[in-house]
């Protein structure tokens, strides 16, 4: 059996999209080349992964079931070539530290200079995740350390908290709620959502706000593997996104956010492994500790900040 590493990437681009036009413009190929990929993926499997309509397109059981392993595989995949490359160089003193879009934001330069005022001669080699991976490379061990964004399934990972944002909604400018100083989240409640392209069910729920429907599904109407992928959707009217106060920072026409002012803050951390604590990892959490400590004005601008004021800081 011949299964290339592309034909299940279209795979997964067409299970988070459940749309082969969406997937193909995602990509960047044509949509009948991507019909063409599947359907050889398909007949080298011996299974039907996608069922079809002029409407519709959905994952059959055996789908979902080979979409879970194949990010997996992929994962894992991206993680041994990687480890390969850094025998192959011959690292000795390299910390891979993981990361969402936008990592600890505003405190994310100054715990990266004092890890390297502390270490000069460790090189932090910095790798970014998208939305699959809420753990950013700490489930599958590509990452040493990670700034990540609580809550999400975290086995084995141990974290230090260093601040909490506030979550707001993405509205299209012309949408109902879009003139609001603030929302309630059961004003949300039967928005069409753009959901994110993960499979960690705590993480989904998080920003689903699952937790505050009453048993009622989520009408999840596309899912995004990126900030700048959701904005666009956003932008069309494709539905609307929960997100956090620093995506105010990226103006996009089109788009409004406004504050969400019942819901939970979004929890910012240092993640790592409890099975991977190097001294070099450790170093990094007590730096991290103590940069968060010793700033409590740009903690709090994090944690409060000002949403009349959408210039950019910086990120990190």
């Known amino acids: 059996m011949e299964v290339h590493t592309r034909q299940l990437q279209y795979f997964i681009a067409v299970a988070e999209e459940l749309s082969f036009t969406r997937a193909a413009q995602r990509l960047h190929v044509s949509q009948q080349g991507l019909s063409t990929q ?30 879970h392993d194949v990010r997996n595989a992929l994962t894992s995949l ?4 990687e480890r390969a490359r850094s025998v192959h160089r011959g690292d000795r003193s390299r910390l891979v530290l993981g990361s969402l879009e936008g990592a600890a934001l505003t405190l994310t ?31 599958s061990g590509t990452a040493d350390v990670a700034f990540v964004r609580r809550p999400f399934l975290a086995d084995e990972v141990r974290f230090e908290p260093l601040f909490a944002e506030p979550r707001m909604v993405m509205l299209p400018t012309g949408h109902r709620l879009a003139e609001r100083t603030e929302v309630l989240t059961e004003e949300l409640l039967d928005e069409p959502i753009l959901g994110a392209a993960a ?30 992928e959701e904005l666009h959707k956003v932008a069309t009217g494709v539905g609307v996104v929960v997100t956090v106060a620093c995506a105010r920072w990226i103006p996009f026409p089109g788009v409004t956010l406004v504050p969400i002012a019942d819901a939970a803050p979004n929890e910012v951390a240092v993640g790592w492994r409890s099975g991977n ?40």
């Open 199 to 228: 499979t960690d069910p705590i993480w989904n729920a998080f920003w689903e706000l699952t937790s505050q429907r009453g048993g009622r599904p989520a009408q999840v109407v596309s899912r995004s593997t990126s900030l700048l």
């Open 277 to 316: 604590e190097s001294a070099l990892v450790r170093s990094f959490v007590d730096i991290a500790r103590t940069i968060r400590a010793a700033n409590p004005d740009l903690v709090a601008e994090l944690e409060e900040p000002d949403f009349t004021d959408c210039t950019m800081p910086g990120l990190g």
């Open 38 to 67: 599947i359907k050889q993926l398909e007949n080298a499997l011996e299974v039907v992964l996608f069922s079809r309509t002029t409407r519709n397109v959905e994952l059959t059981a055996a789908g979902s079931v080979f979409l």
């Open 109 to 139: 330069d100054p715990i990266c200079a004092a890890f390297r005022e502390h270490h000069p001669n460790v090189t932090i080699e910095m790798k970014q995740f998208n939305y699959s991976d809420p753990s950013a490379g700490l489930a």
């Open 78 to 81: 991206d993680a041994a070539i």
